[in-house]
């Protein structure tokens, strides 16, 4: 079974500073897939960002990047340069990429507040 | 518009009432997916379509929940004979069959009193 793990239930950064949020998973599984998404107040979920197991390199997508770190089974977001609208709750989640079937497992999440 | 969308966003139920809440994923994808989010939660996987087939239903938390995708395109989840711990929101998610993104709908939240 996989599992995810958010450990910071609540994040305070200034505005125009890096912050990085922390997600640990479980898996047994030797091809997956981990994502981060931001849920603003409104509800929508809002894909961020994608690391393949087998990607070599971090993923990096404008301001977040990935710092994907395989032994370790962590895959923390980092979003450099904060904005006010950048506060949201962030979930990471994770996927088998092994049987085809596209079931995803998301963590408890992550609130991130932006201060001005 | 060409996103995800689910109907109605809101829904308010009394106890004990049946409840359809309805997903138009994005026009060819062939996988659908229902998610329950609880206050303050992350989204718990529900159940999964691949076209018409429902290939998973592992996560519907008893038998008053029930989806269908008759004709491979929309969705409808069924909540029979509601009780106040469905409230939630329920969002919808569909992907193509080799994507690894899934886009989400708006979610419709339900609130049973």
């Known amino acids: 079974a996989q599992k995810i793990t958010q450990t910071q239930p609540g994040m305070f950064v200034q505005e125009k500073e890096a912050v990085t949020l922390d997600c640990t998973y479980d898996?047994?599984?030797?091809?997956?897939?981990l994502f981060w998404y931001k849920q603003p107040s409104s509800g929508e979920m809002i894909f961020l960002i994608y690391?393949?197991?087998?990607?070599?390199q971090n993923a990096t997508e404008g301001r977040y990047s990935l710092n994907f770190q395989k032994a370790r089974k962590s895959a923390n977001l980092v979003i450099s340069a904060s904005q006010l609208g950048d506060s949201a709750m962030y979930f990471c989640?994770?996927?088998?990429?092994?049987?085809?079937?596209?079931?995803?497992?998301f963590g408890t999440g992550t609130k991130l507040q932006v201060i001005p | 518009g060409a996103g995800v969308s689910q109907s109605p966003r809101y829904k308010v139920a009394k106890r004990g009432q049946d409840v359809a809440l309805r997903c138009d994923p994005i026009?060819?994808?062939?996988?659908l997916f229902w998610y329950q989010q609880a206050l303050g939660q992350g989204p718990e996987f529900l159940t999964y379509?691949?076209?018409?087939?429902?290939?998973?239903k592992s996560g519907l938390p008893s038998d008053r929940f029930f989806a269908e995708r008759p004709e491979g395109s929309v969705s409808t989840l069924k909540i029979q004979r509601t009780q106040q711990e469905d409230s939630a929101v329920y969002l919808c998610?569909?992907?193509?069959?080799?994507?690894?993104?899934?886009?989400f709908g708006p979610g419709t939240r339900l609130t049973v009193t």
């Open positions: 898996t047994s599984d030797q091809s997956y897939g």
């Open positions: 989640a994770m996927r088998d990429l092994s049987g085809g079937y596209q079931k995803v497992t």
């Open positions: 026009s060819g994808h062939v996988s």
């Open positions: 998610a569909s992907s193509s069959l080799v994507g690894y993104e899934q886009y």
């Open positions: 379509f691949q076209n018409e087939a429902q290939l998973d």
């Open positions: 690391q393949g197991s087998y990607d070599e």
